[in-house]
C-alpha cells in the first residue's frame, strides 16, 4: 500500500479514543497517512548530554539529584519548585500545576531531565521540562532523536502533552502500518533514496542524524518529483508532445530560427523610429513560432522595467490578428480575424496602453479599443456589441475586460500586463473567455508579462508549465539611473538638484507613503504604523509648489476619480505640468521617458520591488536620470529597520531587476513576493522550493524525462501538491 492509500481511522491506532481523534481531525489529521505525513518541524537530539553549565548552548540533557523540595503561592495556586544539581551546576524546575511532580521527584535520588534553562531570580530555571526516574527502562523519550510537532491552537494548549500524544500515536502508527507502505517513485530514481516506509520512520524517529537526513532528502525528492510530474504533464495537455523536446519549459532555450513576421508586425516594425533590441526580437520569435505551432500557447514575457514589454504585446495581438488572415491567403476583411486583448492592473497603465495602441496601431488599420469598469453604459453597450461583432480587433483595459457580459466573437490572445498584480480566479475567467468566443476558437494564446523578475525557484513551481520569454537588454541609449540615498534633513539637497533638472527642461516624481488629506487615515500602501509624522503626497504637492515655485506641481493617487487622474497623467506626460506629486500609484508602468527625477520620501517604508519599480519610472529616454531615496530617521517613528537599511543598500548597489528580486526572496521570505503571498505556493509537505532548490531542479529534470517517455507516468494522488498547483497555476478549471 501506499504511504497516501492508508486511509485508515485515527481510532484505529492504539491508544487513539475517540476525544483524540475529533481534536486531531479539527487539526487537519483526520486519518492514519494524514498523521504520518504531519511531519515534524523540527527536531530534539537527546542522544548527546548536555550539562545544566551549558543551558545556553540549547536544551539541557542530563542526569540529576533531586535536592529539595519548595512550595511558592498558596492554596490552587500553590506551586512545586524542585531542586536539582547535575556534576555542572544546580539548578530549580518550577512545576506549574504539576503538584504529583513531588512524588515523582523524591529527595536524594536521581533521574534524567531534558529541559529548557533560563536564568531568572538568581538561579537557573525551566519550566518546560520533562523527567524520567533512572530506573525506568530508557523509553522513546531519552536517548534519541526526537520529533517536535507543528501543533495547532487546540493541541499545544498543553505544550509536552501535545507533542508528548503526538509522539505517541505517531509511534504507534508506525508500528502497526510502517511495515506495509510500498514505496511510491519509480524503481530507477529510488537508488540513491531511503525506502518509502524507512523514510517515513526515520523522518519521525531517526536513530541517527544521518539518517534523518537521508529520511529528509528521500521526502523532499519524492515530493518536488510528482510536484513536476504534475507540472510537466499539464505543459504536456496543453502542448502536444514534441514540443517541448523534453526541455523543461521554463528552460526551453530559444532556437537559433526567428520565426517569421506577419505582415501587420512587419507594418508597424516599418514605422517605428527604433528597431527592436535582441530581447525582443528573440521574444517576438518564440510567440510567433508557439502561435504557429499547436496548442494554445501560454508564456510568461519577463524582461527589467523599460525593457520594452509593451512594444512586443503589440506584436504579439498583431500575430493574433493576423492569424487568421493569413491561413485565408492575404489580407481579409479585419472583421473575420481574430482578437486580442491586453489587460492591466490599473486604469492608469490600461489607459497608457490604450494610448500607445491608438498612436501605433491605428495607422495599420486596426480598430483598437479602451474598456474599463468605468466606461458608461451607453458607451459600454456599444462597445460589447462591437467586439461580439469583431469591429474590435485589439482591446485595451482592466479586469472589466473579463467581467460576465464581455462576449468576445474570436478571442485569440490574452496578455496580461504586470500579471503579479492578478489574482488566480482572474486569470482562469479570462481564459475562459476563450472558450467562449462566439466563433469557439478553444482557449486563446497567453502572454503573461511581469517586470518584477520571477526567480527562478518561484519560476520553475508556481509558473513551472510556462514558458519564459526573457528579454535580457534594454533599449539602446539608455543609461542606468544614478541612485542616491539621502536623509530627511539633508532634503533640500536634494530639491536643489531636483531643481536643476527642471531647469534643463526635465520633470520629476515625488513618491510619499500616505495620500494624507482630510482622511489622513489612507494609507496608499496598507499599514497600520504610526503615520504622524510621514509626508503625505496631499500635504507635500502644496509645499513641492512652494518649493518650486515656477514648475507646475499636480497631486496623484488612488483616491482621485480616474477623470482627473487622466487628466492629470495626460499633463505631466505633455509637459505642462512639471512636477508629480504622487503615491505608488506611479509605481506600475507609467511611461514619461522626459522624466528624470525620481524622490521616494520614507524610501525606508518601500518594499523593493515597490523600490525597483518606482526607479524604473526614469531613465527612459536619451537622459541621464536619478533616483534619490529619501530616508527619515526617529523623528518619523521607530528607527530604520535593519531590513529597510538592507533594502536600502540592495537598490543603492544594483539596478538589475533580478538581482534584486532574488535579494527580496532572501529578505522577505518566498511566501511574500509579490502576488505570490495569496498563492501560498509553498506549503508544500516537506519540501521548500526555494530552500530545496537543488533538488528541485534534480527532480524536475528526471520527471520531465520520464514523462517524454511515458507520458502517462502514473500520478499519485498527492493531496498537498495537488492543492499547491490548484492555488498557483494559471490554469486550473479551464482544462487545457
Ligand atoms: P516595460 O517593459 O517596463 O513595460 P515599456 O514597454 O513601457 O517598458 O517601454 C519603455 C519605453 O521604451 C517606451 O517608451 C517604449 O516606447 C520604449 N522602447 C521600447 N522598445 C524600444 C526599442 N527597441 N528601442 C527604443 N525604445 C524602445
Ligand atoms: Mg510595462
Redesign the pocket.
Known amino acids: 500500500m501506499f504511504l497516501r492509500e492508508l486511509n485508515a481511522p485515527l481510532e484505529s491506532v492504539r491508544g487513539a479514543g475517540e476525544k483524540i481523534a475529533v481534536s486531531l481531525a479539527r487539526s487537519g489529521i483526520g486519518n492514519v497517512a494524514a498523521l504520518l505525513t504531519h511531519y515534524p518541524r523540527d527536531w530534539e537530539d537527546r542522544t548527546r548530554a548536555v550539562p545544566l553549565r551549558d543551558w545556553r548552548l540549547g536544551p539541557v540533557c542530563t542526569t540529576v539529584k533531586v535536592l529539595a523540595h519548595d512550595w511558592f503561592g498558596f492554596g490552587a495556586m500553590k506551586t512545586l519548585k524542585v531542586h536539582v544539581e547535575d556534576q555542572s551546576a544546580r539548578a530549580a524546575l518550577v512545576c506549574f500545576n504539576r503538584p504529583f511532580l513531588a512524588r515523582q521527584l523524591v529527595i536524594g535520588e536521581s533521574c534524567r531531565l531534558w529541559g529548557k534553562f533560563y536564568y531568572k531570580y538568581g538561579e537557573l530555571q525551566a519550566t518546560v521540562f520533562e523527567i524520567e526516574g533512572e530506573g525506568e527502562s530508557a523509553s522513546s523519550r531519552f536517548g534519541g532523536i526526537l520529533p517536535v510537532y507543528p501543533l495547532s491552537a487546540d493541541l499545544s494548549r498543553v505544550p509536552s502533552r501535545g507533542q508528548n500524544l503526538l509522539r505517541r500515536l505517531v509511534k504507534q502508527a508506525l508500528n502497526q502500518y510502517a511495515s506495509s507502505i510500498d514505496d511510491e517513485i519509480p524503481a530507477p530514481l529510488a537508488k540513491n533514496l531511503l525506502r518509502k516506509a524507512d523514510a517515513v520512520r526515520a523522518i519521525h524517529f531517526p536513530s541517527s542524524a544521518k539518517e534523518l537526513e537521508q529520511a529528509r532528502q528521500t521526502l523532499i525528492f519524492e515530493e518536488l518529483f510528482y510536484l513536476e510530474v504534475m507540472v510537466g504533464k499539464r505543459a504536456l495537455e496543453r502542448r502536444p508532445a514534441g514540443v517541448h523536446k523534453g526541455r523543461p519549459a521554463a528552460e526551453n532555450a530559444p532556437g537559433p530560427e526567428a520565426a517569421r513576421l506577419s505582415p501587420l508586425q512587419e507594418d508597424l516594425l516599418k514605422r517605428?523610429?527604433?528597431?527592436?533590441?535582441p530581447g525582443?526580437r528573440e521574444a517576438v520569435a518564440e510567440i510567433n513560432r508557439d502561435m504557429d505551432g499547436p496548442g494554445a500557447m501560454a508564456r510568461l514575457l519577463q524582461?527589467?522595467?523599460?525593457?520594452?514589454?509593451?512594444?512586443?504585446?503589440f506584436l504579439a495581438a498583431l500575430r493574433a490578428v493576423d492569424e487568421s488572415l493569413l491561413s485565408g491567403g492575404g489580407r481579409a476583411r479585419p472583421g473575420g480575424a481574430g482578437q486580442a486583448a491586453i489587460m492591466a492592473p490599473t486604469e492608469l497603465l490600461a489607459r497608457?496602453h490604450a494610448e500607445?495602441a491608438a498612436l501605433l496601431l491605428e495607422p495599420l488599420g486596426l480598430r483598437p479599443a479602451f474598456l474599463t469598469g468605468n466606461l458608461k453604459a451607453r458607451g459600454r453597450s456599444r462597445l460589447l456589441a462591437a467586439l461580439a461583432d469583431g469591429e474590435v480587433d485589439i482591446v485595451l483595459g482592466t479586469h472589466a475586460l473579463f467581467s460576465k457580459d464581455v462576449v468576445y466573437r474570436n478571442l485569440r490572445l490574452v496578455v496580461v500586463?504586470?500579471q503579479h498584480r492578478f489574482g488566480v480566479t482572474q486569470r482562469q475567467a479570462i481564459l475562459a473567455k476563450g472558450e467562449t468566443s462566439l466563433l469557439g476558437g478553444g482557449a486563446p494564446h497567453l502572454i503573461m508579462?511581469s517586470?518584477t523578475p520571477i526567480p527562478r525557484t518561484l519560476a520553475l513551481t508556481v509558473f513551472g508549465d510556462l514558458d519564459v520569454s526573457l528579454?535580457a537588454d534594454?533599449?539602446?541609449?539608455?543609461k542606468p539611473v544614478k541612485t542616491h540615498l539621502a536623509k530627511e534633513s539633508n532634503a533640500k539637497k536634494v530639491y536643489d538638484f531636483v531643481r536643476g533638472e527642471l531647469e534643463a527642461g526635465r520633470q520629476a516624481y515625488f513618491v510619499y507613503p500616505l495620500i494624507g488629506g482630510e482622511e489622513t487615515d489612507g494609507m496608499e500602501e496598507s499599514g497600520t504604523e504610526n503615520s504622524r509624522n510621514l509626508k503625505d503626497a496631499v500635504g507635500m504637492a502644496g509645499k513641492l509648489q512652494k518649493i518650486f515655485p515656477s514648475f507646475p506641481v499636480a497631486l496623484i493617487h488612488s483616491r482621485l476619480d480616474d477623470e482627473q487622474k487622466r487628466e492629470t497623467m495626460e499633463a505631466f506626460r505633455r509637459g505642462t505640468v512639471k512636477i508629480l506629486a504622487a503615491t505608488s500609484v506611479v509605481e506600475v508602468?507609467?511611461?514619461v521617458?522626459n522624466a528624470s527625477c525620481m524622490v521616494v520620501h520614507h524610501a525606508e517604508r518601500f518594499g523593493l520591488s515597490a523600490l525597483h519599480q518606482l526607479r524604473?519610472r526614469v531613465g527612459?529616454?536619451g537622459e541621464q536620470a536619478y533616483c534619490f531615496l529619501v530616508y527619515s530617521g526617529e523623528e518619523a517613528g521607530p528607527a530604520l529597520s535593519e531590513d529597510g537599511k538592507r533594502r536600502l543598500k540592495v537598490m543603492l548597489e544594483s539596478n538589475d531587476g533580478f538581482v534584486i528580486a532574488e535579494e527580496d526572496l532572501k529578505l522577505r521570505g518566498p511566501g511574500q513576493i509579490a502576488g505570490i503571498e495569496q498563492s501560498g505556493y509553498l506549503r508544500l509537505g516537506i519540501a521548500d522550493p526555494v530552500r530545496d532548490a537543488d533538488v528541485l531542479l534534480a527532480a524536475r529534470k528526471e520527471a520531465f524525462a520520464m514523462l517524454e517517455n511515458d507520458p502517462g507516468l502514473l500520478l499519485p494522488e498527492n493531496r498537498v501538491v495537488a492543492e499547491v498547483l490548484e492555488r498557483a497555476s494559471p490554469f486550473t478549471e479551464v482544462g487545457m
Not at 523599460?306 to 504585446?313: F, I, M
Open positions: 517605428l523610429p527604433f528597431s527592436l533590441t525582443q524582461g527589467d522595467v523599460g525593457s520594452g514589454k509593451t512594444l512586443v504585446a497608457q500607445n500586463d504586470e508579462m517586470a528579454i534594454m533599449p539602446p541609449g539608455r508602468g507609467v511611461d521617458p524604473g527612459r529616454g
